[in-house]
């Protein structure tokens, strides 16, 4: 069977890849665009770890096949920062101590990021059932979700400095 | 073991074609299912065409003389964006959006938790009770075909060789519905039952219609005709809804899994369908 081409859109920038029909999104990102800080936990949709926005909404990229993305936006976690400077929910994550291993970090990042992109101030059981799909088995998700409230209230104060 | 084709057609018409010209190739619409399947070995399509390219088949769109047509790749999470059909039909709108977590209902669909026929998927139950239909589209044209019609078994539907389902229907909303499951976690999990109910009452409270859906009890979802017919006519007091979960109890036949044994399926059964009329029914009086 021969390789297919794809045309998409990662982080903003165009990219083009091969790939066989039945390879992941995950797989592609990381194993033919070098981005590896998306992470296969499960490989079945469970866990979250795999998570990235396309066309704006977040999704597990285990449970997407790459030739579907042609034409569309990808967004992994290492669009999230700006260059060096780390984004608001990372600084958190860092600060609250709200990772371990680290290796679900990423998925729960871009996860927290879609919930205050939509819902600036969310209350913590929103924050609970909105990280459902995100599993974490070295923290207990109590600091997970202490450092995506203070993230959210930070964000808050930043909007009202510009406005 | 080789790769499937990938086959992205825009139309129906070319879906079709690619369909029944492979007896190997599957729709995909969310892929939250048959990628899991082909991962795991369980699934070995020889060909996957995608559907989301077909123009239309990403939405909702309003019936003529009421009424809803929500389209075969249309994500569970966007039925909830849809004012008017979360309004008018709050129970498969909830229902669909107790599947998974947010990034598998932000890909999952309602016409791929019916046509990957699991005795226990969520919405199945609310659309029976809806008396939702689909429009099947295949080599010998299209038809259009009662949800309740299409799982024939675990993960077998009654689809012929080259159908698949372009668009689920519902009716004009004549009162409320309604979707509860029982799980043994909050989120993330498989119903151990479900139960739908859609309801109808007239300017006296008197119910006039009802139909009520149960899952995880049996090899398919059951439309309980008896217990809708133990409601029609009564203004569901205590007594009418005992008869009712009486009903739904006698048609229930599960298996024991580690999730659940038969016996406590058909007590929750019971108990879930109280409820779900309950709510239902308060829906309904709110809107009349």
């Known amino acids: 069977m021969s390789k297919l081409l794809v045309s998409t859109s990662v982080n903003g920038d165009p990219q083009q890849f091969l790939c066989d029909p039945d ?85 729960f990042i871009v996860a927290a990021k879609a919930l205050l992109d939509r819902n600036p101030d969310p209350s913590e059981s929103e924050v609970r059932y909105w990280l459902a799909g995100n599993l974490c088995r070295c923290t207990g998700y109590d600091k997970i979700v202490r450092a995506v409230l203070d993230a959210a209230a930070e964000l808050r104060q930043d909007r009202r400095a510009v406005a | 073991m080789s790769s499937p084709a990938y086959h992205a057609p825009e139309t129906i018409e070319q879906a079709v074609a690619l369909l029944a010209g492979d007896t190997g190739a599957r729709p995909l619409a969310g892929g939250t299912d048959i990628i899991v399947q082909m991962r795991s070995g369980r699934s070995a399509p020889s060909a996957i065409v995608d559907l989301k390219r077909i123009a239309g088949i990403g939405g909702v769109r309003p019936l003529p003389g009421g009424g809803f047509a929500i389209g075969a790749t249309m994500p569970c999470t966007s039925l909830k964006d849809d004012a008017a059909l979360a309004a008018a039909w709050p129970g498969v709108v909830e229902a669909a959006n107790l599947i998974g977590s947010v990034q598998v209902r932000n890909r999952a669909t309602l016409a791929g938790n019916l046509c990957n026929a699991s005795p226990a998927a969520d919405s199945v139950p609310a659309l029976v009770a809806a008396g939702a239909t689909c429009l099947v589209a295949g080599p010998h044209g299209e038809r259009v075909v009662p949800v309740a019609d299409i799982p024939a078994g675990p993960g077998r539907t009654s689809l012929a060789p080259g159908e698949f389902v372009v668009e689920i229907r519902l009716p004009p909303q004549a009162g409320a519905d309604a979707y509860l499951r029982a799980t043994p976690r909050t989120e993330m999990d498989i119903a151990v039952v479900g139960v739908g109910a859609s309801l109808a009452l007239n300017a006296d ?69 109280g409820r779900v009329v309950k709510i239902a029914l308060e829906r309904a009086g709110s809107k009349a």
């Open chain 1, 23 to 107: 390879t992941t999104l995950l797989d592609a990102l990381r194993e033919e665009m070098g981005l590896t800080g998306s992470k296969e936990g499960c490989g079945s949709g469970d866990c979250g770890a795999c998570t990235v926005m396309l066309d704006g909404r977040m999704v597990c990229s285990c449970l997407v096949l790459a030739p579907e993305v042609e034409g569309r936006q990808v967004t992994t976690i290492e669009g999230v920062a700006e260059g060096s400077r780390l984004h608001p929910i990372q600084r958190k994550f860092l600060e609250h101590g709200a990772l371990q291993c680290g290796f679900c970090t990423p998925g």
């Open chain 2, 205 to 273: 409270g008197i119910c006039t219609a009802a139909r009520i859906a149960v899952g995880a009890v049996a090899p398919t979802v059951l439309l309980v005709g008896d217990a809708g017919a133990a409601l029609v006519g009564t203004r569901l007091d205590a007594a009418a809804l005992e008869r009712m979960a009486d009903a739904v109890r006698a048609a229930c036949r599960p298996i024991d899994d580690k999730r659940g044994t038969a016996e406590y399926r058909t007590a929750m059964a019971g108990v879930l369908a």
